[in-house]
């Protein structure tokens, strides 16, 4: 019987753009996901994410009766740590893929810098304001990212499957829509959490695993130090940027898979899959 493996997205990026990731772990775990976060009006995006970590825990909750690996990317990296926190019988291990815990000077800075409006020109927030919505149709819209140099090392079936599968019908001929609305995308990058790192800097209630890419701008502006102090030694590395699970799926999901081997070691019997969620 395969474990469950729950995966949240990145900002921006709905869960159907990992499709080849999931392809490759599917013979080790049972996938499973919510779609996007932040587009259910029960869980508005809010500063510090509390109500999108209830997104995540309601799902939790609602399909499962054990515990299951959380596997995150950005975003997800860290509400699956937050609702590890909040609820730690309910999961068996968390891999963060490219979520570097904020924490010390650089919390305060980035707290300062949302309170001021201060943290929007340096990041990607001012770029998502400015993100097109609309396409004639799908093939403008694969062109379209194909042409952007962050999209230039994306592995070319993922870029497909973002394509297609992160755009919507419009209604209106064969023209497409991104499916992920600007404004949310944008609300999320304007309340990162703050603080994540004080929380965490005693450890966390269950086994943490990271992978860092080389090339990561958000890793480099965050650092590591309060991630290698949490996770210890599941910290693994992967050529590539902050998005390194659309550029290289198949290294990503052989590293997700050594991770949690390397933490089902590290697990008690009761979190090895025998307490039942309630």
Same mark, same amino acid.
């Given at each position: 019987?395969?474990?469950?493996?729950h995966?949240?997205?990145?900002? +921006?990026?709905?869960?159907?753009?990992?499709?080849?990731?999931?392809?490759?772990?599917?013979?080790?775990?049972?996938?499973?996901?919510?779609?996007?976060? &932040?587009?259910?009006?029960?869980?508005?995006?809010?500063?510090?994410?509390?109500?999108?970590?209830?997104?995540?825990?309601?799902?939790?909750?609602?399909?499962y009766?054990?515990?299951?690996?959380? =596997?995150? $990317?950005?975003?997800?990296?860290?509400?699956?740590l937050?609702?590890?926190?909040?609820?730690?019988?309910? =999961?068996?291990?968390?891999?963060?893929?490219?979520?570097?815990? #904020?924490?010390?000077?650089?919390?305060?800075l980035?707290?300062?810098?949302?309170?001021?409006?201060?943290?929007?020109?340096?990041?990607?927030?001012?770029?998502?304001?400015?993100?097109?919505?609309?396409?004639?149709?799908?093939?403008?819209v694969?062109?379209?990212?194909?042409?952007?140099?962050?999209?230039?090392?994306?592995?070319?079936?993922?870029?497909?499957?973002?394509?297609? $599968? +992160?755009?919507?019908?419009?209604?209106?001929?064969?023209?497409?829509?991104?499916?992920?609305?600007?404004?949310?995308?944008y609300? #999320?990058?304007?309340?990162?959490?703050?603080?994540?790192?004080s929380?965490?800097?005693?450890?966390?209630?269950?086994?943490?695993g990271?992978?860092?890419g080389?090339?990561?701008?958000?890793v480099?502006?965050? +650092?590591l &130090? /309060?991630?290698?102090?949490?996770?210890?030694?599941?910290?693994?590395?992967?050529?590539?940027?902050?998005?390194?699970?659309?550029?290289?799926? +198949?290294?990503?999901?052989?590293? #997700?898979g050594?991770?949690?081997?390397?933490?089902?070691?590290?697990?008690?019997a009761?979190?090895?899959?025998?307490? =039942?969620i /309630?």
């Amino acid at each position: 019987m395969r474990d469950i493996l729950h995966f949240s997205h990145a900002n +921006g990026f709905p869960v159907s753009t990992y499709r080849k990731l999931f392809a490759l772990l599917e013979d080790d775990f049972e996938i499973r996901a919510v779609d996007r976060y &932040g587009h259910d009006p029960k869980f508005p995006v809010t500063r510090e994410w509390p109500h999108l970590v209830d997104e995540l825990l309601a799902s939790l909750e609602r399909n499962y009766r054990e515990p299951v690996w959380l =596997v995150g $990317h950005s975003l997800g990296g860290f509400l699956s740590l937050m609702a590890a926190l909040q609820r730690p019988q309910w =999961v068996r291990g968390v891999v963060m893929l490219d979520s570097p815990v #904020i924490a010390g000077w650089r919390a305060a800075l980035l707290k300062a810098g949302q309170r001021f409006g201060l943290d929007e020109r340096p990041g990607p927030a001012a770029v998502t304001r400015r993100r097109r919505t609309h396409w004639p149709d799908a093939e403008a819209v694969w062109q379209h990212f194909r042409a952007k140099p962050v999209f230039a090392a994306w592995d070319e079936e993922v870029l497909r499957d973002y394509a297609m $599968h +992160g755009t919507e019908p419009t209604g209106n001929d064969a023209e497409r829509r991104l499916r992920f609305e600007r404004e949310i995308e944008y609300r #999320i990058y304007r309340t990162l959490p703050t603080s994540l790192g004080s929380r965490v800097a005693r450890g966390a209630p269950v086994p943490v695993g990271f992978v860092a890419g080389t090339r990561s701008r958000e890793v480099r502006q965050c +650092g590591l &130090g /309060a991630t290698r102090k949490l996770v210890g030694e599941r910290l693994r590395f992967i050529e590539g940027g902050h998005l390194y699970p659309m550029e290289r799926p +198949g290294q990503t999901a052989t590293l #997700i898979g050594e991770l949690i081997d390397a933490m089902r070691t590290d697990l008690p019997a009761a979190r090895n899959g025998s307490t =039942v969620i /309630a």
